[in-house]
C-alpha cells in the first residue's frame, strides 16, 4: 500500500484549514447580511410608512432564509470538501504546472482501486518527485478568497449601518427589530415625529368641504414644520405647523375614501364617510297664550322661520329631524333628547327677538347651519268698532225705530259691543242726558262680533234734539277701557220740524220742475225754427246738427223730468212718517208723479224719437213733417208740465200753510206743558227767593224757562217764515195772522212769560202760558179755517174718486199700524235690556202711555175724518177689536212686562189694523177708484220694499183671523189671553174691489207679506 507522504499531507491539510475558514466567513457574512439586511430594509421602511404585516413577515422571512441558505451553502460545500481529489483539483486550479501529478498520486496512494499490473516503485517514485516539486508552493494560496472580499464591504456597510442606527437611533432601531422579530406581532411603529391618533372613520358633511386636525404628541421628537394629507389619488393638502397641530383643509367628498396623513415620518389614517347633514323635518311651537284672552294652546309650525306671539304668551318647541340626534341647543339652552324627537319645555320668550336652534346627530354632525325663528312680538290691540249702515248723520222722528248694524273686529275676541248716546237740545251745545247699553255679548274666539241695532228714541226718553251715536266693543284685555267709533249724529225730529223740512225739500223739486219747463218750451221754439227755414237750409249739415243737439236735450230733459219723478216719490215716502201730512197731501203728490211718469213715458219719449227720425233723414219735407209732430209732442209736454207745475206750487202751498198750523199748534202744546209745570210747583215757591229754593225745585225752574225761551225760538221762526211767505204768496189768512202777532209783539211776549219763571213769579207765568197757549191755537184754527186744511177737503167721493175721507182714514190707519210696528221692535229692544237697565220701568212706562196714545188716534180717527154713518158702522167692530187689543197691550206694558205676551198683544193689534184697512177699502166698493188713487198705492207699495230707514212695515195685510201671532214673536205670546176672533173681512177676496184700486193694494199686501218674511 503506497501513502501519501506526511509533508504532502501537511501542506493538504492547511489549505483544507484555510478553505474551511473562509468558506464559514462567506456563509456567516452572508447570513449576517441577509439577516441585518432585512432588518435594515424594515428599519427604513418604518421610517417612510406603517410597514403593513405581510412586508415585515416578508423581510424576516427574507433574513431568515437568507441566513438558512448560507448555511446550506457551507454544508453542502464542506461535505464536498471533505474529498482530497477535490482538495487536489482546487490546488491544482491555482497551480496549473503541477498537472495532473497531484491528483495522480492522490489516485495512487488508493492501492485499491489500482490495476494489478501498477509497479509500486514507480508510484513512490512519482509521489516523491511531486512531493519535492509541492514543497516548493504554499497550498493555502489556492484557497481564493475572492468571495470572502465580495461579501467583507457588505457585511461591513450592514454591521456599520446597524450598528450606526443602533447608536444614533437606539429607539427606533430596537422597535424596527422587535417589529423585525415579531413579523406578525402588533407592535407600534416608532417614529420620530409622533401624531396622536386618529378616529378609525371620520364622518363628513357630504360634499362640503371640511377641516382634519392633527396633533404632535408631546413626547414627539421630530416636529416637522409642514405636513400633508391625502385622500386616496387626489391632490396633496399641506398644512404648517401651528401650535402644535397641523390643521388640513379638505375638499368635499361624495364616496368613502381614505385620508393618510402624513408629518416627518409619522403616518396616520383614516376612513372617511361624507354623509348628508341631519336636517330639521319637523318645528312647531306651542303656543300658550295669555290666559286672560282664554284660548287653549296653539300649535304652530314655525318652519317659515317666524313665529307671531302676542306679549305675555309662553312658549314651548318639538320638533323632529332627519337622523337620530345627539343634542339640540335652543337660544343657550338645551332640548331633552329622544331619538330623532327632541322638546324644550315651556318658556316666557319676554325680551327676545329670535330663537335659534342648533343641532347635532348620533354622527357628530350639525345641522348645514343654525336655524333661527324670529319673534314677530304683538300687542292685543283694542277692538275696532263701527256702524254699518248708518250715514254720519241722519234725521229721523222720535216716535220712529232707527235700524242699522254695529260691526266690532279684534285680532283675538270680542267680548261685547254697544252704543253709547248723548243727547242735546237742537240749539243747546251742551249734553243734557247721556246712556249706554249692551247689544250683543261675544266670546274669546269671536273675531268678529255683527249685531242689529235698533235705536228708539222714545224708550231711551228722547224727545226732539241732537243725539251723537256712538259704537263700542270690549276685549278681554283686563282693566282697557272700551274702544268707541267715530261720531253719528242723528237728528230727532219733531213732527213740526220734520214737516219744515219737507217743505224746503218740495220748493226744490217746484224749482227743478220750472227748470223742466223752461228747457220743455225752448224746445218747442227750436223745432219750430228749424222747421220753419227753407229747404235748402232744412237739408243742410248744420240743420242735422242742431237737430242732433235738440235730441240730446229733449233725453236730457226727460231724464231731469224722471228724477224729478223719484224725487218727489222719495218725499212722498218721508212724509208718510209723518202723521201731521195730510192724506190729501200724499195724494195729490201721487196724481203729479204719475202725469209726470206718463209724460215722459209718452209725450217727452215720442218728441225724441220724432227729432231722431228728422235728424236721419236728409230729405226737407220728410225732416219737416217730423219736426212739426216733434214740436206737437213738445207743446202737449208743455201743457202737462205747466199744470204739474201749478198742482205742485197749489201743494206746497197748502203744505206751508199746514206746516204753519202744526208749528203753532206745537208751541201751544209747549205753552200748556209749560203752565202745567210752572201749576206743579207753585204751591211750593209761593213766597221764595229764588236763592232759597231747593236744588231739585231751581232745576225744575231752570227747565221750565228753558223751554219757554226754545218756544219763544220757534215762535220767532215762525213768524220770519211767515213774512217771506206772504212776500212770495198773497195768502190772507197768512198775512193775518202775521200782523196779529207783529201788533201783539207775541215773541217778546214769550220771552216776558221766560223772565217770570226765572224770577219765580210763577202766578202770572201760569196765567201768561195759558193765555199764550188760547191765542196760538186761535191763530192756528184761523188759518185751517182759512186754508181748508184737516179734513182732506171736499166732499166727495163721485164715481170716478175715492171719497177723500176714506182715503184720509186709510192713511191714518197705515200711519197708526207703522206707528204700532214701533212700538213692537221698542219693545222688543227694551226686553233684551231689562236686566241691564236701570230705568226699565220708565221706559215700559213711556211705552204705555205710547199705546194708550196710539189707542186714543183709533177712537178718534173715524169722528176726525166724518165718516159717513153707513161706512162708520161697518167699521166699529174692528175699530171696536183694535181698541180691545190696544189696551190689553198698554196694561201689560204697564206692569211693566216687556215679554212674548206683551209682544204677542201688540202683534195682534198689528194684524187687526191690517183688517181694518182692508175693511175700510171694501167701503169703497160702491165706486170705481181713480188712476190718481192707484198711483198713491203703487207709490205706499214702493216704499214699503224701499226698506227705508225706522221703516219696517211687517205684519199681516190679509186680513183673516188674528189669533196667529207674528212670524218674529217668541216664547208664549199671547199665552193665558182670551182669543179675539175677528171675522175674515173679504180676505183676499178683492173681487168686490174697484179694478184700479183691487191691483194696486194686491201689490201693496203682496210686498208687506213679503217685508215681513
Known amino acids: ?189 416608532f417614529t420620530f415625529t409622533r401624531l396622536e391618533k386618529l378616529e378609525p372613520k371620520r364622518i363628513v358633511p357630504f360634499g362640503e368641504e371640511f377641516r382634519v386636525e392633527a396633533r404632535l404628541r408631546p413626547d414627539s421628537e421630530w416636529r416637522p414644520e409642514w405636513g400633508r394629507a391625502r385622500v386616496e389619488r387626489q391632490t396633496p393638502v399641506t398644512a404648517k405647523l401651528d401650535s402644535g397641530r397641523y390643521c388640513f383643509p379638505l375638499a368635499g367628498q361624495t364616496k368613502p375614501s381614505t385620508l393618510v396623513i402624513a408629518a416627518g415620518d409619522a403616518r396616520e389614517r383614516t376612513r372617511i364617510e361624507p354623509v348628508f347633514r341631519p336636517d330639521l323635518a319637523i318645528l312647531m311651537a306651542e303656543v300658550e297664550l295669555p290666559r286672560y284672552l282664554e284660548y287653549p294652546s296653539q300649535t304652530v309650525d314655525v318652519r317659515k322661520g317666524s313665529l307671531d306671539l302676542v306679549e305675555g304668551s309662553r312658549v314651548a318647541f318639538h320638533g323632529r329631524a332627519s337622523r337620530a340626534l345627539q343634542e339640540v341647543r335652543v337660544s343657550g339652552g338645551m332640548a331633552s333628547v329622544h331619538g330623532e324627537q327632541f322638546a324644550t319645555a315651556k318658556f316666557d320668550l319676554a325680551g327676545m327677538t329670535n330663537v335659534v336652534f342648533a343641532w347635532r346627530d348620533e354622527l357628530g354632525l350639525e345641522g348645514r347651519q343654525p336655524f333661527t325663528v324670529k319673534l314677530e312680538w304683538k300687542t292685543d290691540m283694542p277692538p275696532t268698532v263701527d256702524f254699518q249702515g248708518l250715514a254720519r248723520a241722519v234725521g229721523m222722528l222720535a216716535d220712529e225705530v232707527l235700524e242699522f248694524e254695529l260691526q266690532a273686529d279684534d285680532d283675538f275676541g270680542v267680548k261685547q259691543a254697544g252704543v253709547s248716546w248723548e243727547f242735546a237740545e237742537l240749539a243747546a251745545t251742551e249734553v243734557s242726558k247721556q246712556g249706554s247699553y249692551n247689544v250683543a255679548t261675544g266670546a274669546p274666539q269671536t273675531r268678529t262680533l255683527r249685531s ?110 224722471k228724477q224729478l219723478t223719484r224725487e218727489l216719490e222719495k218725499l212722498s215716502h218721508e212724509a208718510m212718517r209723518n202723521s201731521s201730512i195730510p192724506a190729501q197731501r200724499l195724494k195729490e203728490w201721487a196724481e203729479i208723479m204719475q202725469m209726470l211718469q206718463k209724460l215722459t213715458q209718452g209725450e217727452m219719449q215720442q218728441a225724441q224719437r220724432n227729432l231722431q227720425n228728422a235728424e236721419q233723414t236728409e230729405q226737407p219735407q220728410p225732416r219737416r213733417e217730423e219736426l212739426a209732430r216733434a214740436e206737437s209732442e213738445q207743446q202737449a209736454a208743455l201743457r202737462k208740465l205747466k199744470e204739474a207745475l201749478q198742482q205742485i206750487n197749489k201743494s206746497g202751498e197748502q203744505l206751508v200753510a199746514e206746516n204753519f198750523i202744526n208749528r203753532l199748534m206745537g208751541c201751544a202744546k209747549n205753552e200748556n206743558e209749560i203752565g202745567s209745570g210752572v201749576a206743579e210747583v207753585l204751591p211750593k215757591t209761593v213766597g221764595m227767593r229764588r236763592d232759597d229754593l231747593s236744588a231739585d225745585l231751581r232745576g225744575k225752574i231752570e227747565a221750565k224757562e228753558k223751554q219757554q225761551r226754545e218756544t219763544q225760538k220757534k215762535l220767532n221762526a215762525i213768524a220770519q217764515d211767515m213774512e217771506y211767505y206772504v212776500r212770495r204768496v198773497p195768502e190772507p189768512a197768512v198775512k193775518t195772522v202775521r200782523e196779529e202777532m207783529e201788533q201783539k209783539n207775541a215773541v217778546e211776549q214769550l220771552g216776558g212769560v221766560a223772565d217770570l219763571i226765572r224770577d219765580n213769579r210763577m202766578a202770572q207765568a201760569q196765567e201768561q202760558a195759558a193765555n199764550w197757549e188760547k191765542q196760538l191755537k186761535t191763530w192756528a184754527d184761523s188759518l185751517r179755517k182759512k186754508s181748508g186744511s184737516g179734513g182732506g177737503g171736499g166732499g166727495g167721493g163721485g164715481n170716478s174718486e175715492m171719497s177723500p175721507e176714506l182715503l184720509e182714514l186709510l192713511v191714518k190707519l197705515m200711519r197708526i199700524r207703522q206707528q204700532e210696528q214701533e212700538l213692537r221692535e221698542q219693545t222688543r229692544m227694551l226686553d233684551a235690556t231689562k236686566e241691564t237697565n236701570p230705568q226699565y ?161 194686491e201689490g201693496y199686501f203682496n210686498a208687506i207679506e213679503g217685508g215681513d218674511k
Not at 219747463?517 to 222747421?531: G, K, L, W, Y
Not at 202711555?849 to 186714543?856: K, M, S, T, V
Not at 216664547?971 to 179694478?995: C, F, H, N, Q
Request: charged fraction near 25%; glycine fraction near 8%.
Open 1 to 189: 500500500m503506497n501513502h501519501i507522504p506526511d509533508s504532502l499531507k501537511m501542506q493538504l491539510a492547511a489549505a483544507r484549514k484555510r478553505l474551511w475558514l473562509v468558506e464559514t466567513l462567506v456563509a456567516v457574512s452572508g447570513g449576517v447580511c441577509g439577516l441585518v439586511g432585512s432588518y435594515l430594509l424594515l428599519f427604513v421602511s418604518d421610517r417612510f410608512w406603517e410597514t403593513p404585516s405581510w412586508l415585515r413577515f416578508g423581510l424576516t422571512a427574507v433574513g431568515i432564509f437568507g441566513a438558512g441558505a448560507g448555511v446550506l451553502w457551507w454544508t453542502a460545500r464542506w461535505r464536498w470538501r471533505q474529498d482530497t481529489r477535490a482538495l487536489a483539483r482546487l490546488v491544482q486550479r491555482r497551480f496549473p504546472k503541477l498537472g495532473d501529478r497531484l491528483l495522480g498520486i492522490i489516485e495512487l496512494s488508493d492501492t485499491e482501486h489500482l490495476p494489478p499490473n501498477v509497479s509500486q516503485g514507480l508510484v513512490r517514485a512519482a509521489m516523491a518527485q511531486v512531493t519535492a516539486e509541492a514543497a516548493k508552493l504554499d497550498f493555502t494560496a489556492a484557497v481564493s478568497t475572492r468571495g470572502l472580499r465580495r461579501w467583507t464591504p457588505g457585511i461591513l456597510v450592514v454591521a456599520a449601518l446597524a450598528v450606526a442606527a443602533a447608536v444614533a437611533m437606539p429607539s427606533a432601531a430596537r422597535n424596527a427589530w422587535a417589529r423585525w422579530l415579531r413579523p406578525s406581532s402588533y407592535i407600534e411603529r
Open 452 to 561: 242689529p241695532v235698533k235705536f228708539a228714541p222714545r224708550v231711551l226718553g228722547i224727545g226732539p234734539g241732537r243725539v251723537t251715536l256712538r259704537a263700542t266693543a270690549m276685549d278681554y284685555f283686563p282693566d282697557r277701557a272700551p274702544s268707541v267709533s267715530a261720531p253719528y249724529t242723528v237728528f230727532i225730529l219733531s213732527k213740526e220740524d220734520h214737516a219744515k223740512l219737507l217743505e224746503q225739500a218740495l220748493e226744490k223739486l217746484v224749482g227743478k220742475l220750472e227748470e223742466a219747463v223752461r228747457t220743455e218750451e225752448a224746445q218747442a221754439d227750436t223745432s219750430r225754427r228749424i222747421r220753419e227755414q227753407n229747404d235748402g237750409e232744412l237739408k243742410s249739415s248744420k240743420t242735422t246738427q242742431d237737430l242732433r243737439e235738440a235730441k240730446q236735450t229733449e233725453l236730457a230733459n226727460r231724464e231731469a223730468v
Open 841 to 1001: 220701568a220708565d221706559r215700559a212706562e213711556a211705552l204705555a202711555r205710547w199705546q194708550a196714545e196710539l189707542r186714543d188716534r183709533v177712537v178718534a180717527a173715524p169722528d176726525e175724518v166724518k165718516l159717513p154713518a153707513e161706512i162708520a158702522k161697518q167699521l166699529d167692530r174692528l175699530f171696536d177689536a183694535v181698541v180691545a187689543a190696544m189696551a190689553d197691550a198698554r196694561q201689560l206694558l204697564a206692569k211693566p212686562d216687556t215679554g212674548g205676551e206683551t209682544i204677542g198683544a201688540e202683534t195682534e193689534v198689528i194684524e187687526l189694523l191690517s183688517a181694518t184697512v182692508e175693511q175700510s177699502s171694501q167701503s169703497a166698493s160702491g165706486g170705481s177708484s181713480s188712476s190718481q188713487i192707484q198711483a198713491l198705492m203703487q207709490m205706499l207699495q214702493r216704499m214699503a220694499q224701499s226698506g227705508q230707514p225706522g221703516q219696517r212695515p211687517g205684519g199681516n195685510w190679509t186680513g183673516g183671523t188674528t189669533d196667529t201671532a207674528s212670524p218674529s214673536t217668541t216664547g208664549e205670546a199671547g199665552a193665558g189671553r182670551g182669543r179675539r176672533e175677528i171675522e175674515k173681512a173679504g180676505g183676499r177676496d178683492t173681487s168686490a174691489w174697484p179694478v184700479e184700486f183691487r191691483d194696486a193694494l
